[in-house]
């Protein structure tokens, strides 16, 4: 079945640079795109970015400076990095799956992996 | 970008009462509307997608509705199980962005 696991420091330093990966197991990379959805503390989604099943990437303007999504597709794992992280940053990201018909887009997420920014 | 209005922030409601949560885009969406539940453990759940087309599992009280840019949930008779908030999320155009969710919560 479709399972996507998110995977992370915990912690990170501000200033720093954030490292997720996202595990995915019940389909191929190559034939679905995944996106990351990120959640402040006790605050609402925020779509932070994709990468498409041939590759190509998406992102958030806000965020696109700071952000890199890339994937392995031997591994069916996607990974997110982030720079110059701050306070704000702070959150559970998610990784969900989005297969190529449009209306089955974000029908499965990941459980979410809380990311603290402090010192 | 699309902004997603969400209304209102906060519902409260009896159990067995009919509850309508709204969200109007900024622009048109062609009804490429989902909306999500999430539990306080964090699992978000999408419910509806396509603006009105219940997502496999979830059970029929609850509906969605809408065009161009205004669409709505509702749940026909609240159950206790439904306590949670409430996301809509429009994918007709990147960035897909969310409405600020709805709190359902006990009168």
């Known amino acids: 079945q479709v399972q996507l696991k998110e995977s992370g420091p915990g912690l990170v330093q501000p200033s720093q640079t954030l490292s997720l990966t996202c595990t995915v197991s019940?389909?191929?990379?190559?034939?679905?795109?995944v996106h990351w959805v990120r959640q402040p503390p006790g605050k609402g989604l925020e779509w932070v970015g994709a990468i498409w099943s041939g590759g190509s990437t998406d992102y958030n303007s806000a965020l696109k400076s700071r952000l890199s999504i890339s994937r392995d597709t031997s591994k069916s794992q996607v990974f997110l990095k982030m720079n110059s992280l701050q306070t704000e940053d702070t959150a559970i990201y998610f990784c969900?799956?989005?297969?190529?018909?449009?209306?089955?887009?974000?029908?499965?997420w990941g459980q979410g992996t809380l990311v603290t920014v402090s010192s | 970008d699309i902004q997603m209005t969400q209304s209102p922030s906060t519902l409260p409601a009896s159990l067995g009462e009919r509850v309508t949560i709204n969200c109007r885009a900024s622009?048109?969406?062609?009804?490429?509307l989902n909306w999500y539940q999430q539990k306080p453990d964090g699992t978000i759940k999408r419910l509806i997608y396509?603006?009105?087309n219940l997502q496999s599992g979830v059970p029929s009280r609850f509906s969605g509705s809408g065009s161009g840019t205004d669409y709505s949930l509702t749940i026909s008779s609240l159950e206790p199980e439904d306590l949670a908030m409430y996301y809509c999320q429009q994918y007709a155009s990147s960035p897909y962005t969310f409405g600020a969710g709805t709190k359902l919560e006990l009168k």
């Open positions: 396509y603006t009105s």
């Open positions: 019940g389909f191929s990379l190559t034939s679905n795109s």
């Open positions: 622009r048109g969406i062609s009804n490429n």
């Open positions: 969900t799956r989005c297969p190529g018909i449009r209306n089955h887009w974000f029908a499965y």
